[in-house]
């Protein structure tokens, strides 16, 4: 509450939190503008009924529950990011751009990853439309109707990554993270008055034990986020004239989730893209199609493989991440240059070769957990048999996560102040 009082007596860290305030404000309204001719008793059934819907539903802060002008959310933006982040595996050229060619180089790397948010919202926003106007969500709509639609769904998807940019120009945590965050903490009070209307007595003990495993999975989120390997460094001691450099120890942090929510979040990308494009080929008359989306739907309907699934996509997305990020090989030249050593391990390739082995070993928990966490909302509805409040997945893992970054990035603007 201090530190809380502090912000708010600092004018330029007021006016940057109610800023923060009024975009997500501005985001939740936006949220919920709906698009013309909807049923929405309908389309309440329908993500009822579809696990993969209703879990985008969530993550858009109801924005596809109510089939806003911004029911993609961030979806596309993200979905491009990861798009350019594999490309940079494929292509050198990209790669030099986002990892050496400093600020210049990534801010045009992120360009590119705005102007391949147009094309993905206007595809996904046509293929939600088409299958919602087959479940009978949508009436019938003329061809300018169709533009019209698209065009807005599109726009409702750049002007959501612009707000998140302007949140993060503000440098109290990362936009897109924030703005999602909204949109899990907007559902929470239509899930406590859910459960509150379905409450029986009689599971009074299943209740107590479903908020107890929900605090012990908050405790375990903070503990793994930030805890870290300190790989000690010792500095050699150089003369120079009748001064003296170096000379001193230090450590390297190598953290367990060096990767933050990202995997999992490209991990859901993954799996929801397929998801949709079935649910679009669903009723194709081509005989071969309309059996290949009929396996992706129940292959995303049945629970045990895709958690399955689900797990592993988020292990291999975590090292993907983390491969990305932490480059041992560029860290290991720069320890050398500065005259540094890990003690019992050469300078140069060895110290790449050791810092590489044990990323993999730290990286191997962090992964395991990530999963864990993505696949518990399932273990836990069905073991107690609540599905009003999910405990675990994507939705607490993002609101810890951005909540502890957010304290960081405060707790930095008052330590600049104080200096």
Do not use: C
């Amino acid at each position: 509450m201090d530190k809380i009082l502090q912000i708010f007596k600092r004018p330029d860290l007021r006016n940057k939190v109610l800023f923060i305030f009024f975009l997500l404000a501005i985001f939740r309204l936006v949220s919920n503008i709906p698009v013309p001719a909807i049923d929405a008793s309908r389309l309440r059934d329908f993500l009822a009924q579809n696990q993969l819907f209703g879990l985008i539903s969530s993550f858009t802060g109801g924005s596809l529950s109510s089939l806003s002008i911004g029911m993609l959310g961030l979806g596309p933006f993200i979905t491009g990011s990861i798009i350019m982040q594999l490309l940079t595996m494929i292509f050198p050229s990209l790669e030099q751009m986002y990892k050496y060619e400093g600020e210049a180089g990534r801010m045009k790397f992120n360009q590119y990853s705005r102007m391949l948010t147009v094309p993905l919202a206007a595809l996904q926003g046509y293929g939600f439309l088409v299958l919602l106007s087959r479940q009978g969500v949508i009436g019938t709509m003329d061809p300018m109707s169709w533009v019209s639609a698209i065009s807005v769904i599109v726009a409702g998807s750049v002007f959501f990554m612009w707000l998140g940019e302007l949140i993060t120009e503000k440098n109290l945590g990362n936009g897109v993270s924030i703005l999602i965050l909204a949109g899990i903490v907007a559902g929470l009070p239509t899930s406590i008055r859910q459960t509150v209307f379905t409450y029986d007595p009689s599971q009074l003990f299943t209740y107590i034990g479903f908020l107890a495993v929900a605090l012990a999975v908050i405790v375990g989120v903070v503990y793994i986020s930030e805890a870290q390997r300190n790989i000690p460094i010792n500095y050699a001691r150089r003369i120079r004239g009748s001064k003296v450099y170096g000379g001193v120890s230090t450590y390297l942090p190598m953290r367990v989730n060096n990767a933050g929510v990202i995997p999992i979040i490209f991990a859901l990308s993954l799996l929801l893209f397929p998801g949709m494009v079935a649910s679009f080929f669903a009723g194709s008359n081509i005989p071969v199609v309309a059996r290949v989306a009929a396996f992706f739907n129940n292959f995303v309907q049945n629970q045990l493989w895709y958690s399955t699934f689900y797990f592993l996509l988020v292990v291999l997305f975590t090292y993907f991440y983390t491969a990305v990020t932490f480059d041992p090989k560029s860290i290991s030249e720069n320890i050398q240059k500065q005259g540094g050593y890990i003690p019992g391990i050469r300078p140069g390739p060895m110290t790449a070769q050791f810092l590489n082995h044990l990323l993999n070993r730290v990286t191997l928990v962090g992964a395991i957990f990530l999963g864990l966490i993505a696949i518990l909302p399932n273990i836990v509805q069905g073991a107690t048999g609540i599905t009003t409040f999910t405990v675990g997945g994507t939705s607490i893992l993002i609101v810890v996560s951005v909540a502890l970054e957010i304290m960081k990035q405060a707790d930095a603007q008052l330590s600049m102040y104080e200096y």
